[in-house]
């Protein structure tokens, strides 16, 4: 099927060698002065609520990769949540996609968008939703092992669903869902089985967190998703995916062989997706720390990205180096789950925050939104908005 779609002279065709974010690329990470986000104090941010965790999250967009307005000054997000966990790790067990509503006052949950027992999976991992013919929401999701499994698997399967879009006096809610399909079959040619790891923190493989981009330069319908790729010799072979479709109305899409690499580099490269900005792309992912190869270099962890004149490559390391930005040096690991959207505004939430040797021991779980910040893009140069 893959080799059909390469020989096609369409332009969903890219190189057969994908482009490769390397050592070499990590190494010229300078070892101070890089582009770092703010430090959080307690008074930047505020849980969405007491008893419920929440994580990674990206808007309810347009195709274009807006924030669709429900009404002045207010959108709609979705993001993974659960109830609130001594150890903040068991929460990945529990993951539920929430909607939530955005206004000028704050965040507010409205509960999980999808009811219970619709989800083929035991658990919901991250996505992208786009509204289309006004109230019309297409949801692309993470299915997590599988439905009724006596113990959580790793498997991970990418769906599409939809559902209608209606004000409650409440808010905002999701009915009326359907169409459920699994969108993207996973090719064994290039993407290695996401049972595959030991499901170890920083092992676990790879096919997720499908994000939506429509090619405004032929109009083509597009999801990127992590991976892992197969046939490596490297247990370190993190991939960034890609599926096409000409009409996603009729849930056909068409898995493409990876477009970015990081193979004996990094086992995850998370949560990729693409804006198209002056005239050129920007693929970005995040990745941590503790998912670099112990036996190379090892980068912060952070928002990195690559950037090409077409979909189809070749890509170019943003900066020289991939690394856009990272967290700030005294709370290296204070926010996770950057996502940039169309007008470069970037969300993400508050990990492990709090400045080395100002906070208690263990760990601190902010589990809500951080502020957003904004990028500042040309070229290959990316840098943070002040």
Known sequence: MTRDILSDAGADAHATSPSRWTAAHVRAIPAEGVEAAPLLDAQDFQRIADDLDIWDAWPIQDRGGLPVPVAEGETLWMALAA????DPDQRHGHARIHLIHRSPTGWRDLGPAMPDGF???????????VLSDGDRVTLYFTAAGRRGEASLSFEQRLFSARATLVPTTGGWALVDWRDLHEAVLRDP???MDSNSGSG??????????????????NGRHYLFFAASLA????????????????DPDRDEWRILPPLITAEALNNELERPHVVFHRGRYYLFWVTQSHVFDPA???GPTGLYGMTAERLEGPWDALNGTGLVFSNPARAPRQAYAWFVMADLEVTSFVDDWGAEGTRPAGR????????????RLDGSRATLER
């Open 83 to 86: 109830p609130r966990f001594d």
């Open 119 to 129: 989800s083929p999976g035991s658990r919901e991992w991250s996505g992208s939703a």
């Open 189 to 191: 040619d290039h993407y």
């Open 200 to 217: 170890a923190v920083g092992t676990i493989k790879a096919f997720r967190d499908p994000a939506y981009f429509r090619d405004p330069a």
């Open 231 to 246: 046939g490596s010799p490297s247990a370190f072979n993190g991939a960034i995916g890609l599926a096409v479709s000409d």
């Open 296 to 298: 190379g270099p090892a």
């Open 364 to 375: 601190r779980f902010g589990a809500t939104f951080a502020p957003m910040v904004r990028l």
